[in-house]
């Protein structure tokens, strides 16, 4: 198996419990209580500024010029697509942005710095991975998506044709760059994927606070 795949089927229990947790179920049916979404938005939107830096440091470190002018492209696309979504999604759930950040959010917050600090191409690829990949594969059902915009516009910035080839150019790459590092470097690679998947499930289960 590829390293991408390798690190996936190791931290399967956990993907897992992510891709199908509660949140996603309701979020797919349309049930998830408003103040569940609110929070769990709130807190989403927290990561949009880190995460435009980080995909601007996997620009800035890429060994590839067709990756880098492809990560350029998802970029802007995040800048434009997905702020007007939490703008008119919060607007409506009554959020008024910024909120304090949870401890699973202010946790990701952390990674994406450290990566994007570091300086390295791959780690900074593995965060995007995982954050990416993830998300693509709970949003990737035969379901009928629900009717409300506001469920179904979060599960379509999530999946499709042009998702889904963003999402194979990250393993592609992370799995280019890992080939060719040394044994530490793919090391700290595993250990950033491994906690961003962890982080991930943490977030889910976050939006429901103590219910």
């Known amino acids: 198996m590829s390293f991408s795949r390798d690190l996936r089927a190791a931290t ?3 993907w897992d419990a992510a891709t199908g947790h509660r949140f996603v179920a309701e979020l797919w049916t349309g049930t998830v209580e408003d103040a569940v979404l609110a929070r769990y938005l709130a807190q989403d939107a927290l990561f949009l500024d880190r995460f435009v830096a980080l ?3 996997a620009v800035a470190t890429a060994d590839d010029t ?3 002018l492809a990560i350029a492209r998802q970029l802007g696309l995040v800048a434009s697509d997905e702020d007007d ?3 008119r999604a919060l607007a409506r759930l009554g959020v008024t942005p910024p909120v304090e950040p ?6 990701f917050l ?3 710095d450290d990566a994007r600090r570091s300086g390295a191409y791959g780690v900074a690829l593995t965060v995007l991975l995982v954050a990416e990949w993830l998300y693509l594969d709970w949003a ?4 009928t998506a629900p009717p409300d915009w506001l469920h179904r516009e979060w599960i379509d910035l999530h999946r499709g044709p042009g998702f889904t080839a963003w999402v194979d150019l990250l393993r592609a790459e ?9 044994d530490l470097a793919r090391e700290r690679m595993g250990e950033v994927f491994r906690r961003a998947v962890d982080l991930e499930l943490a977030f889910f289960d976050a939006a429901y606070g103590d219910r």
């Open 110 to 112: 952390d990674l994406m």
């Open 66 to 68: 067709q990756a880098r």
């Open 140 to 143: 990737t059902r035969p379901d």
């Open 102 to 107: 949870l401890p699973p959010t202010q946790g």
């Open 55 to 57: 995909l601007g440091a």
């Open 85 to 87: 979504y939490f703008a």
């Open 12 to 14: 399967s229990t956990t």
């Open 174 to 182: 992370t799995d280019r760059v890992a080939a060719g590092v040394d």
